[in-house]
């Protein structure tokens, strides 16, 4: 086995079997100790997050197997924080894909002229940003990565279309609970001609409110695993 | 005749015919005495240039009636500085197109960790920006001007090839006196359930280059109107 990325909240390493093993570290993004999933530096650590974070995503990824989704998902050992998962080839150095059913964040920042913060999109509004920390993730449109090189229109298509399928799915399962998601970060990989859902799905990826009021990923993550 | 606009480079009247007269003004945008079509600010005054940007824009808007593309032209009266339009409705507050058939400029700031600068983008790459000084100009994507209410996803791909067509008329014509279009920036607006081809074609609008090396506004438009 044999280590063949550090990332800031997993390690990434390769198996015999041609899979790849992603070990959940307890490293969080964030600023200045408080966990912002709209930050790109690692600002805390959290004793456990990583095997909670590896339980949502197991709860989500097999929700998605569920319904029929392919991801790179394969199985996972939670006492040890890893999952093995298929490999897969990323977007450029990283593309992340957003899903936002209500307006807040950066979208308003760009946009406020336009939208005010709370405003549910209706049916869901799916952009992606290059992971930069040093420009701040610009946006880059479809036709952007075709330009690119970086994915053909029609891959783009299949990308937009799943993410609004699992947001989907991600949304109904926090309704159930109670939960209200408004936004959430997805990244995709390209896998035998396939575009698949790769990395997690936690609450750190996602912005989510209860009765109004925005719920901390630490909360959010007790609320989806002790139901 | 009343004013009903007065814009950095175009004062906007309206006719009793129902149409809209623009008149050319002498400020160019640019920063520091220098002209340059990416700033948002006037920056100097040029004597004639207003009259000369409205011949330069007579001429290619002739070339699209010929080409049988529908535009806001109807006339004009270059002795006075005034071209006649259809009325039309901008895109929120201002919404610019940009062809890029050479990367350059901001696509470069953005994306120049995927490629060089000077690059072809075999085919045209067309983004939008909202006209916002304070922001910078924000990117914004179809998908977005469909969740802010601005523009449908049917507007945006019409919107889309039309730019492509007009680009290629333009590059063509440049490149019939020896020069080459790197990048363009047109305005659209709304008129009669139809998105047309807005504002100006000028030689502030574009980026052009003769043998490697760019040529300047004032410069261009002698090119374009002196052959």
């Known amino acids: 086995m ?6 800031k909240t997993k390690d990434v390493f390769s198996l015999e079997n041609g899979n790849v093993m992603l070990k959940f570290k307890d490293d969080c993004t964030g600023k200045d100790g408080v ?16 095997k ?7 709860h989500y990824f097999e929700l998605l197997k569920d319904a029929g989704i392919k991801t790179h998902y394969v199985g996972a050992d939670v006492e040890n924080a890893t999952m093995e998962v298929l490999p897969a080839t990323v977007f450029g150095h990283g593309l ?3 899903c936002r059913l209500v307006a807040t964040g950066s979208f308003i920042r760009r946009y406020g002229e336009y939208i005010e913060d709370g405003t549910v999109l209706d049916g869901g509004y799916v952009e992606c940003t290059f992971k930069n920390d040093a420009l701040g993730d610009p946006l880059v449109t479809g036709e952007g990565l075709a330009a690119l090189g970086i994915m053909t229109p029609e891959m783009f298509e299949s990308m937009k279309e799943q993410t609004l399928k699992i947001t989907k799915i991600v949304a109904d399962d926090l309704k159930s609970i109670g939960l209200d998601l408004w936004d959430i970060k997805f990244e995709f990989g390209y896998n035998n001609d396939e575009v698949i ?14 009765d109004g ?6 909360e959010l993550t007790k609320l989806i695993l002790n139901r």
């Open 2 to 7: 044999k280590k063949i990325y550090e990332g």
């Open 35 to 50: 966990f912002d999933p709209g930050e790109n530096s690692v600002g805390l650590t959290i004793e456990g997050i990583g």
């Open 52 to 58: 909670a974070n590896l339980e949502t995503s197991v």
């Open 96 to 98: 992340e894909v957003i």
């Open 197 to 210: 859902l790769i990395d997690e799905i936690a609450s750190g990826n996602m912005r989510v409110y209860k």
């Open 213 to 218: 009021k925005i719920v901390e990923p630490v």
